[in-house]
């Protein structure tokens, strides 16, 4: 679902997000075999187990459990990804992008910000702009 104009792509965020985002960065390798995201297996064979939506890299954990300790993240997944001109609310300063879960501040650890990077490279995330 990644447009390839320079401001509609896909964007790491290296917290949580609301879980049902339709934002959402959705990985496809994962979920045309196991659309429940539940099934223990690395289905694109990137050394993620369940990495439909993303990576809890605290965790180490895939699947629904992106979910970290705050609500930092889906803060920010808001102005980022906010609907335009609705005449609601705010206006997101790039409301086209997908955005991808990266969670590095887990329920009972954090860690993985270096891996989360190079995760969300390897994945088409924008990373730096020119």
Known sequence: MR????????????????????????????????????????????????????????ENSGGSNLMGSDWHGTHVAGIVAADTDNGRGVSGTAWKASLMTLTCFGTSRSGGFEQSIVYAADNGAAISQK
């Open 3 to 58: 447009s390839t104009a320079t401001l509609w792509r896909t964007i790491p965020l290296i917290e949580r997000l609301l879980a049902h985002s339709r934002r959402r960065w959705r990985n496809l390798g994962e979920l045309q075999s196991d659309p429940d995201c539940n099934n223990g297996i690395d289905d694109d064979g990137n050394g993620f187990i369940d990495d439909c939506w993303g990576y809890n890299f605290a």
